[in-house]
């Protein structure tokens, strides 16, 4: 507790001091709750002390979700005392491991960390695809919350939104499938931009969608800009714009500027669709358990998860891959969640139609 504290205070003091942004990789602002007594902090602890528990991620090994999944690892295993193990249960864009999760004993010993907002898109869109209700899992946290790029290969006929925007032939589009977030993000803005371009779906996880885009398999593709860094760092990709909120300066550093969407709005149906969907960005990526856990044990992994957030070498791996740390604490982060089941009746026709076409 001592040494969280310490964190938290140095980070208020360089932010006073340095006017540091807090959209940075950087400790967590916001605080766990607190609304358990000691006793049941130590009842918690001596639950977890030795227990396994089963880390899901719904995705192929070696993206994204499974970098940061294995990453928080070491540091959640320090501040529960039990054994995580990750457990990858890929399948219709994040819902196979979604339900794995949700179907899943609510003793605490099984989380995910979810696509909370490709969850409530096919919620909202096609609720016989799932086996879940997004708003009765337990939250243990939202861990980040990064704009996505839209990127198409380095060195290729594609280099800057102009040259998509002018293309004469219908561009590919790289995808796992509706169930997706980015499927959402992709459909979105290729209405909203009136962009020559159609979804080709099918991949399994966006590793796989961004070898597509550097063997030219397809044109382009859309991802979170931190999982994508290290092959806009290699030279393979190139970013075109991003879509949620602002890029923080340290990533800018690293990537240079990249526009946004919204610069490329002509009409006001476009500049719906682009606020909805960055604000659904805020959703992305949560831990999350199964409906149940009690509630000393969500608030005690919820805890470890902050902690860990806040462990200064997390904190130091994660800025060199230009991940970004935005921690909500569970009960916020399904407050947002519900307020985000409201999606403007423009972006569902976007999806609709771009889900028709793969018929």
Known sequence: ??????????????????????????????????????????????????????????????????????????YLEKYTEAHFIVENIPGAGGNVGAENVFKSKPDGLTIGILNNQGMIMTQLFDPTLIRFNIVEYSNIGRVTAEPVIMYAKAGGNLQSMEDVLKSESVLKVGMLGPGDNLFLTAAGIIEALDMPAELISGYPGQTDVELAVIRQEVDLAFGSVGSRYPMVEAGEIKPLIFIGGEIPKFLKEKIGDVPSAKNYVTTKDGEIIIKALSNLQNAQRGIMGPPGIPEDRRLFLENALLNSLSEPKLIEEWEKAARIISFLPGNEYKNLIKELMNVPEVLSKAYNDAVKALE
Request: aromatic share 10%.
């Open 1 to 74: 507790m001592k040494t969280r504290l310490w964190l938290m205070t140095l980070y208020i003091f360089l932010v006073m001091a340095l006017g540091i942004s807090a959209c940075t990789t950087a400790a967590p602002e916001k605080k766990a709750e607190e609304k358990t007594t000691i006793t049941e902090k130590d009842e918690a602890l001596e639950f977890y002390k030795g227990k396994t528990v089963r880390f899901v991620v719904p995705y192929s090994p070696g993206g994204g979700y499974d970098v940061i999944a294995r990453s928080l690892v070491p």
